[in-house]
């Protein structure tokens, strides 16, 4: 893979990241304040960033199986990094969200 485009591919890791997470946080904000249809949707848009950036991953995984080497930098890293914390945070905004939910009939 020539330069440019292992750059486009850490860069698109690292903006599914940001989306992911910026969906997390608003499903959040959502949730607290009980629009809890809206906080489904942007759980499921934080989804979709993390299904898209994972098939990144899985395309990269196959290529290094397949004698592909992927050189690692910091650029990597701190995609892989950003993506790491996307997920977390994807998981933990699912729990909030559950929790303002069983607030809200209470």
Known sequence: MDEDKRMQVIM???MAGGNAKGSSVAAIQAAKQGDFAAAEKQLTAADQALTQ????????LTKEAQGEKTPVDLYLVHAQD???TAIAFKDLAQEFVEVYQRMAVK
């Open 12 to 14: 698109g890791l690292i």
């Open 53 to 60: 950036a994972h098939n990144v991953q899985t395309e990269m």
């Open 82 to 84: 950003h993506l790491m």
